[in-house]
């Protein structure tokens, strides 16, 4: 065999065993999917329990946050876990009251991870959306001014406890408040979100009592408008 043939071969035996490594890595992540149930686990927060202040104070975000959202993880994690079991010994369960319970805990779970992300401590944020967002707002809204009274509005008219929320409606291209009742109601289906604000009382009960507006309010000095600028950048894609 000549040298050009012969490096030829080792490059080819090189490249095939790499190729097998790299099935073999894709084989046993995908088998790792399959054969271990994940649950879901309570993100960090981007900043520090303080550093909302005054909006919002240490103890409202830290009960908020490691209690509030917390219960949800955990009741989204029970209910999993009794499905798991229910199957593997072939046991009843009312399903309709299951799945209802389900998608009111995994509802809070990712509706207040999107929250946390989509807030900034005090002077870290743009006073107004930013970018493509700005654009997209002023052109569905005519103004920022008039967005944000739309979703003031909205967030002060959900019936008992939800959330407002901008999406993006991918079809028309067009940015949609939502109103949210508890954590799974009125939802659009595939709409992508982009920002929330949490209106259960236990967003602000420790330092608004029962005073919504201010709350809402309050809520507009710590919107991290770059956040949700590369939610609508990344929705486009």
Not at 26 to 33: L, S, W
Not at 77 to 101: F, G
């Amino acid at each position: 065999m000549g040298l050009s043939h012969l490096q030829s071969f080792k490059r080819k035996v090189r490249n095939k065993a790499v190729g097998n490594y790299k099935t073999c890595i894709t084989i046993k992540i995908v088998g790792d999917i399959v054969e271990k149930p994940k649950f879901y686990v309570l993100p960090q927060l981007p900043y520090g329990y303080k550093d909302l202040e005054p909006y919002i104070s240490e103890e409202q975000l830290r009960i908020h946050h490691a209690k509030h959202h917390q219960a949800y993880v955990n009741g989204a994690n029970a209910i999993l876990q009794k499905l798991d079991n229910a199957r593997k010994e072939n046991m009843d369960l009312d399903v309709k009251s299951t799945l209802k319970e389900l998608s009111f805990n995994i509802g809070g779970h990712l509706l207040h991870s999107l929250f946390w992300d989509n807030l900034a401590p005090p002077g870290k944020g743009e006073e107004k959306p930013v970018g493509d967002l700005g654009n997209a707002v002023e052109k569905e809204f005519v103004s920022f001014e008039r967005f944000r009274k739309e979703f003031t509005q909205a967030a002060l008219s959900v019936e008992g406890s939800g959330w407002a929320a901008l999406t993006l409606c991918k079809q028309t291209g067009r940015p949609i408040i939502m109103q949210i009742e508890k954590h799974n109601m009125n939802v659009y289906p595939m709409f992508k979100i982009l920002m929330v604000l949490d209106v259960f009382e236990h967003a602000y009960y420790i330092d608004y009592k029962n005073e919504r507006a201010k709350f809402v309010e309050a809520f507009w000095k710590i919107v991290n408008w770059n956040e949700v600028n590369k939610r609508l950048e990344e929705a486009v894609k």
